[in-house]
């Protein structure tokens, strides 16, 4: 009985050989096991023999899910010996989003999540354009004001403003092979609002009563990607005031004729 462990990186490999180390005369009858369940290796589509006596299989295609005990026997007149090979699988890391858009309301606050895996689990870092890295413990570009939780996945921005408007890249890494990143691009929806009222216009009539006006526009913010325009609903953006610089002159007249004395 014996046994023998195998590291797999899944990044620069898809197969393995695995051998029987029982060579006896006589000829042993050779035999492998997956969970306890006996082998038909001519049905197998992944599993192959090497010769016709079965004591080194081929494994292809690899993936996660073969990882575990593969155990062989040999059998012959003078008895019988196992011996098992444990598949350790590697898996490189991967981001599963690429290319996300997210069209965010400015003021709310965001949660970016870095949708990876990978075996040994990945480390996860972030970058906001351009190239400015936020890191588990540390982060420089993104304003510390703006970050309200950080952890190795997700990546929450608060009180989100046009400052925060780009392009997020999560970095997933864990050795095995070249690091895998995704982005996730992130749009400020900016809805109007009133400006300051701007001074009054000279009054229309030179005297007696006439009318002035003041204006404003929809600029504190301007609306921007698509946010709505300023409510006009009571709140106009001319407004009118009747004014006077001066009473009118009043040309005389003469009244009717008095009595006769």
């Known amino acids: 009985l ?8 899944l990044g620069s490999e898809d197969e393995v050989l695995l051998e029987c180390p029982f ?3 006589p000829l042993p009858e050779y035999s492998w096991y997956r969970n306890d369940q006996k082998l038909n290796l001519s049905l197998e589509k992944r599993i192959f023999s090497t010769d016709h006596t079965n004591r080194i299989i081929k494994i292809t295609n690899l993936t996660k899910t073969d990882e ?4 062989c026997q ?9 011996f098992s090979h444990f598949l350790n699988i590697m898996v490189p890391a991967m981001v599963l989003s690429q290319g996300h858009f997210l069209n965010i309301t400015s003021g709310m606050t965001v949660d970016l999540t870095c949708h990876a895996f990978g075996d040994p689990r990945p480390k996860i870092e972030w970058s906001f354009m351009p190239s400015q890295r936020v890191g588990q413990e540390y982060f420089s570009g993104i304003q510390e004001k703006d970050i309200l939780a950080l952890n190795t996945t997700k990546l929450v921005v608060s009180d989100i403003s046009v400052a925060d408007e780009g ?19 992130v749009t400020v929806i900016v809805n109007g609002n009133w400006g300051q009222w701007g001074s009054w216009s000279e009054c229309d009539k030179t005297c007696g009563l006439g009318q002035r ?42 009244s009717d004729w008095s009595n006769w004395y």
Not at 2 to 9: A, E, I, L, Q
Not at 68 to 71: K, L
């Open 74 to 82: 040999a059998k012959n007149q003078a008895g019988t010996m196992t």
């Open 68 to 71: 575990g005990e593969w155990r």
């Open 213 to 254: 006006k003041r204006v404003r526009l929809c600029d504190n913010p301007p609306p921007r990607n698509g946010g709505s325009q300023c409510s006009s609903h009571n709140r106009n953006a001319d407004q009118f005031a009747v004014c006077k610089n001066k009473n009118c002159p009043i040309d005389g007249g003469y």
């Open 167 to 185: 392009t997020y890249t999560c970095l997933a890494d864990n050795g095995l092979a070249e690091p895998s990143t995704g982005d996730i691009i």
């Open 2 to 9: 014996g046994r023998k462990k195998y590291d797999v990186n």
């Open 23 to 25: 060579s006896y005369e």
